[in-house]
């Protein structure tokens, strides 16, 4: 069992940065790959961004890709979401979530544990 906590998230304006935090529980957090994922009002939760569970491969939705970068840290159970050039449609509930399969998936159904969610505002 994985419990997971994030934090980070506020109001920033268009062309800011923010940084996420999800907070795991347990000793097994360094076995599992971690995900971020977004749900805006109104629409599905989409995939954002993955680190594999040694931390040495990621992978990002086209949207992101060059503005967020996703890292962890073993040590401190740690994942985290940087997020650099905010636009508006960034704006999001942001949850992490950690997946036992290994496959550094973008798929939702993949992934075992969800956090609560972080809210990301971006106003333009």
């Known amino acids: 069992q994985v419990q997971l906590v994030e934090s980070g998230g506020g109001l920033v304006q268009a062309g800011d940065s923010l940084r996420l935090s999800c907070a795991a529980s347990?000793?097994?957090?360094?076995?599992?790959?971690m995900g971020w994922f977004r749900q805006a009002p109104g629409k599905e939760r989409e995939f954002v961004a993955a680190?594999?569970?040694?931390?040495?491969?990621?992978y990002y939705a086209d949207s992101v890709k060059g503005r967020f970068t996703v890292f962890r840290v073993n040590a401190k159970n740690t994942v985290y979401l940087q997020m650099n050039r905010l636009k508006a449609e960034d704006t999001a509930v942001y949850y992490c979530a950690a997946s036992r399969s290994r496959l550094l998936s973008d798929d939702r159904n993949e992934y075992d544990y969800w956090g609560q969610g972080t809210q990301v505002t971006v106003s333009s």
């Open positions: 680190i594999r569970w040694s931390g040495g491969t990621t």
């Open positions: 347990g000793r097994t957090f360094s076995t599992y790959d």
